[in-house]
C-alpha cells in the first residue's frame, strides 16, 4: 500500500520524493532513496511518532532488499550499508531536540 499525500495537510510537497520500484530510486532526484529530501519529508510526517517512522522503515527495507537481491543476485547490497541507507539516518539519537513537532 503506498502512502499518498495525507489530504488533511497543507504541507505537502509539490512533488513527493517516492521510491521507484524495484530500483528504489527517487522519482524526482534520481537519488537512492530516501534521498536527502524524502528523509526530512519523513522526519516531519512522523515527527509525533517515531516508533512508527521505524516501524515504517522496517518494512521498507524489507521490501527493497527482496527487490535489490532480485536484481543483482550475485552482488546484492551489503546488509549493514541498506541498514544504514534505510532505517539508520532515523534512528533516534540522544539529542534530537530538534524543536520539530509540537504544531498542534
Ligand atoms: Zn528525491
Do not use: K
Not at 49 to 57: E, K
Not at 80 to 104: C, D, I, K, N, Y
Request: charged letters at 20%; aromatic letters at 8%; proline letters at 12%.
Amino acid at each position: 500500500m503506498p502512502r499518498t499525500t495525507p489530504d488533511d495537510r497543507a504541507t505537502t510537497p509539490r512533488r513527493p520524493h517516492l521510491p521507484l520500484r524495484p530500483l528504489w530510486l527517487c522519482r524526482v532526484c534520481a537519488a537512492p532513496w530516501p534521498c536527502p529530501v524524502a528523509r526530512l519529508t519523513l522526519r516531519q510526517e512522523y515527527a509525533h511518532d517515531r516508533i512508527a517512522l521505524s516501524i515504517y522503515l522496517c518494512a521498507v527495507l524489507h521490501d527493497a532488499a527482496a527487490d535489490l537481491y532480485r536484481l543483482n543476485p550475485h552482488d546484492g547490497p551489503d546488509p549493514a550499508t541498506l541498514f544504514t541507507r534505510f532505517l539508520g539516518w532515523a534512528a533516534p539519537r540522544g539529542g534530537q531536540a530538534s524543536g520539530v513537532g509540537h504544531a498542534e
